[in-house]
């Protein structure tokens, strides 16, 4: 419809598909993508097409966020002489201005075209004729890179000169941009400068061949102003939301660009020797990887592996050798564990030693029969969990029976429940979710409760309570600084992150009583909790009272606890309940 109403003006009849154009209609946006152009001294858009100067006029893109060594550039420029020596029409080049291919007119032979390049490192004469009608109209030039480094020019649709063959290079991702009217830099002068128009210009991502070339410039094209016309409503609708979502996905991948990635650099692995007198500037014999002979049973120790043996290969044989049927360690250890993190406490409550040194198992049989159905399970760590917590051991209450009391106060063969303390991040959680403050969003970057600053060469972590939604989300989401002592956390036994334990220290200290009764998260939470009652029970004493206590403990308050409790907020406010109720046993163990 377009080109039958354009009479017979010539259009683009199906030639390839450039990555950004420049029509220069009404501004210098790209048509195709958003490598944008920006306007520079005099250059400015008179009459569809590019004015430039030749002094001070040149536009400059955005950087183009993807890779390109193959790649075709295509203008159809008007010069406003012949005479003048080394502008270019479109330029690609580094974001410093440094390494650049072009199209140039008359640098080194007057009125002719060349492929431009920094100190001529890819330039070579084409051969072509001299140029003469370029002033008069507007022509064709388009100089097309191959990735093996052959160079090849076209005038209207047809080869200028001959191809010949120079060195390629390589624009990486986000660190190059296209000029119009310059030869390359960042400052026009000299004689950098394109004195003419450009009426339209073409990036490509690929080397075009010759009928792709002569396709090309066979005529105009359909402008996007002209598709976006003909478009109906619902159309330009979804037209404007896709345009939206690339630009968002085009703002993603320009950031993931600039992330570092650290990986290993695969180094083969040293031959081991044995040292002696354990001095390393005496060297023994050579020692191959192996495991441990102490580990009984049919299990060798020896990996047959040679001493300078590659990495993977040891790795390899140590998995092996760790995952055998017949090594006895490895499923004890895996269940010791599980058991550990479910109960508080192992079988074997060194979990981190099961030899002769750690401690001895309070059920023999039990371990030994956990190992044997986490084999035959196939060593399914969902069904192990399950087991374990079908058990009546683990759905027992913590209720006290004064005869196993006096047998087993420290509760080593499970006749209950053992009660057990919050850690620090899930008092800080519960805190936030009975005051209705907790943020659940997942995912993303950590909030940050630390502000850092260097002092005479080292780096200062205070510890700050900021306010606000991101910053009450999952203590799981904390970003950790191992300089930094949290006022609340810390005296609550969390764990200094630069080390490792197999178990939690588990304190009571009058520094962590004081840290939930005075720090100013909690203070700022009670009244945060205290608003949430007011606004779930309104003005009623007793309905609050009720409401809390089924937030905090799960239950209604019993009748010997309502008229005290009722007493107190009348005398002391809600705020002091909530206070109250936040620093209760009943709040931080689990009963």
């Not at 002489?81 to 199209?103: E, H, P, V, W």
């Not at 210009?201 to 005529?219: R, V």
């Not at 950790?480 to 956390?489: E, M, T």
């Amino acid at each position: 419809m377009i080109l039958k109403e354009s009479k017979g003006a010539k259009r683009n009849n199906g030639g390839p598909q450039p990555i950004a154009r420049w029509t220069f209609d009404k501004d210098l946006k790209d048509q195709i993508g958003n490598i944008h152009g920006k306007a520079l001294g005099e250059a400015k858009i008179n009459d569809g097409a590019l004015d430039l100067d030749g002094k001070s006029a040149y536009v400059m893109t955005s950087p183009i966020n993807r890779n390109m060594k193959a790649k075709t550039l295509e203008a159809w420029v008007k010069l406003n002489n012949l005479d003048q020596r080394g502008g270019a029409a479109m330029s690609i080049q580094s974001n410093d201005g440094k390494t650049f291919d072009a199209i140039v007119f008359g640098e080194r032979e007057p009125k002719r075209w060349m492929a431009g390049s920094e100190g001529y490192s890819r330039t070579q004469s084409f051969g072509g004729e001299e140029e003469n009608t370029a002033k008069d109209e507007f022509t064709h030039i388009a100089i097309v890179y191959k990735a093996d480094g052959h160079i090849t020019a076209y005038r209207n649709g047809k080869p200028y000169g001959k191809t010949y063959k120079s060195g390629s290079v390589d624009f990486s991702s986000g660190n190059y941009q296209v000029l119009f009217g310059m030869r390359h830099g960042t400052k026009a002068g000299n004689n950098l400068m394109l004195s003419g128009k450009i009426d339209r210009a073409q990036l490509y991502d690929k080397a075009l061949t010759a009928e792709e070339i002569a396709l090309s410039s066979s005529g105009n094209f359909v402008s996007e102003a002209e598709l976006v016309a003909r478009l109906r409503p619902e159309q330009k609708m979804v037209r404007e939301r896709w345009k939206t979502e690339i630009a968002r996905i085009d703002k993603e991948l320009g950031k993931m660009k600039k992330r570092k990635v650290y990986a290993v650099r695969p180094s083969k692995a040293p031959v081991t020797h044995l040292l002696v007198r354990g001095s390393p500037f005496e060297l023994g014999d050579e020692v191959s990887a192996g495991g441990v002979d102490a580990v009984t049973g049919s299990i060798s120790s020896n990996f047959g592996l040679k001493p300078d043996a590659p990495d993977a290969e040891r790795r390899k044989k140590l998995a092996t050798w760790i995952s055998a049927p017949d090594n006895p360690l490895f499923a004890r250890v895996i269940v010791n564990r599980l058991w550990h993190y479910h109960f508080g406490k192992g079988l074997v409550q060194t979990t981190n030693d099961l030899g002769f040194n750690g401690g001895t198992p309070s059920h023999p049989k039990l371990l030994d029969w956990l190992a044997a159905e986490l084999k035959e399970r196939k060593w399914s760590l969902k069904a192990m969990h399950k087991i374990i917590c079908d058990s009546a051991t683990y759905r027992q209450s913590s209720q006290e029976n004064p005869e196993a009391l006096k047998k087993d106060s420290d509760n080593l063969l499970l006749w209950k429940r053992s009660i057990s303390r919050l850690e620090a991040e899930l008092i800080r959680d519960s805190v936030l979710t009975v005051s209705g403050q907790l943020n659940k969003k997942m995912g993303g970057p950590g909030y940050r409760d630390f502000k850092m600053y260097n002092h005479k060469g080292s780096w200062v972590y205070d510890a700050t309570d900021p306010e606000g939604a991101e910053f009450n989300r999952r203590s799981i989401y904390r970003t950790w600084a191992r300089g930094n002592v949290h006022p609340l956390l810390a005296p609550l036994d969390c764990p200094d992150p630069s080390a490792s334990a197999p178990v939690r220290s588990i304190t009571t200290t009058p520094l962590g009583a004081l840290s939930m009764m005075n720090t100013s998260f909690v203070l700022r939470m009670s009244r945060k909790f205290s608003d949430r009652l007011k606004a779930e029970a309104g003005n009623d004493i007793k309905a609050q009272v009720k409401r809390g206590f089924e937030l905090a403990f799960m239950r209604e308050p019993k009748e010997e606890e309502k008229k005290l409790i009722e007493d107190f907020v009348k005398k002391n406010g809600l705020t002091a309940l909530c206070r109250v109720l936040l620093n209760s046993n009943e709040f931080i163990y689990l009963n």
